[in-house]
T-cell receptor
């Protein structure tokens, strides 16, 4: 089945450690997105990519980094510079074009040890 | 900057009731509005997308409307069922192609 796969489902980070969240899609979508969700809140955009080898910062990019070397993959690294990384992270993808719906993975929950 | 508000934050109704969820926004220069469903600990499932030129969209027991002039959208759920219990989020897409989300309405349908 086509879809978006996020791994791992749960992740724990030690202080001062970088961690990488995986996002893979087999929908042949051009655009991919990373969002952060805090309890009781909506989603906030971290980074997005409309095409391979290109990406843009969203509203809360500080302390995060991404790469887009392949169309299918858009990994997110949470660096030690992100002081409050505990959250639910969601990856999404869509076809290009202004009225294409975004499709979401099942998320990764990151916690600090 | 676009701001999206969903009121109420939580809603509890008995099974079988028809209900309306509200979404308001401050900037009417949008491409589209999406309604999503989120189950606890899960990702988002797209329910309906209304393009800027449209007034409403329907899918099964769901009907979503869009009034750009008043900055409002509603999601109507007919004959609610316990399986409809979830958090419902609206999100708007503007010129930057980014989605701006509301904080959601947590719906509980009581059997």
């Amino acid at each position: 089945d086509g879809g978006i796969t996020q791994s791992p489902k749960y992740l724990f980070r030690k202080e001062g450690q970088n961690v990488t969240l995986s996002c893979e899609q087999n929908l042949n979508h051009d655009a991919m997105y990373w969002y952060r969700q805090d309890p009781g809140q909506g989603l906030r955009l971290i980074y997005y990519s409309q095409i391979v080898n290109d990406f843009q910062k969203g509203d809360i990019a500080e302390g995060y980094s991404v790469s887009r070397e392949k169309k299918e993959s858009f990994p997110l690294t949470v660096t030690s510079a992100q002081k409050n990384p505990t959250a639910f992270y969601l990856c999404a993808s869509s076809m290009s074009g202004k009225n294409q719906p975004q499709h979401f993975g099942d998320g990764t929950r990151l916690s600090i040890l | 900057k676009q701001e999206v508000t969903q009121i109420p934050a939580a809603l509890s109704v008995p099974e079988g009731e028809n209900l309306v969820l509200n979404c308001s926004f401050t900037d009417s220069a949008i491409y589209n509005l999406q309604w999503f469903r989120q189950d606890p600990g899960k990702g988002l499932t797209s329910l309906l997308l209304i393009q800027s030129s449209q007034r409403e969209q329907t899918s099964g027991r769901l009907n979503a409307s869009l009034d750009k002039s008043s900055g409002r959208s509603t999601l109507y759920i007919a004959a609610s069922q316990p399986g409809d219990s979830a958090t419902y989020l609206c999100a708007l897409s503007g010129s930057a192609r980014q989605l701006t989300f509301g904080s959601g309405t947590q719906l509980t349908v009581l059997p």
